[in-house]
């Protein structure tokens, strides 16, 4: 199994996509910046994880994606309260 058909992967990886197009023409760019790069994350350690060698290290990636998921998540919240996301 590649790490590309694992579910969880891939809507990261949509959410990643969707979240990069949304904050394109954003002129905030430190907010910007910071919301892109969490969103980068958690597919990024999804796959990097299930590439390495063992299930510890996998297991290890996951918990960081986690915290990513927590960051974005967060900083959605943050987005939608100060107007730059609407409701969808």
């Known amino acids: 199994m590649n790490f590309e058909e ?20 954003s002129k905030d760019f430190g907010f910007k910046d910071q919301i892109t790069r969490s969103a980068l994350s958690v597919p990024s ?3 990097e994880g299930f590439e390495r060698e063992s299930n510890k290290e996998l297991i290890r990636f996951l ?17 939608k309260e100060i107007g730059y996301i609407s409701e969808r």
């Open 63 to 79: 918990y960081i994606a986690k915290g990513s998921c927590g960051e974005l998540r967060t900083q959605i919240i943050i987005a």
């Open 6 to 25: 694992l579910k969880v992967w891939r809507k990261s990886k949509d959410l990643a996509v969707a979240i990069f197009r949304i904050f394109a023409d």
């Open 45 to 47: 350690n999804i796959a």
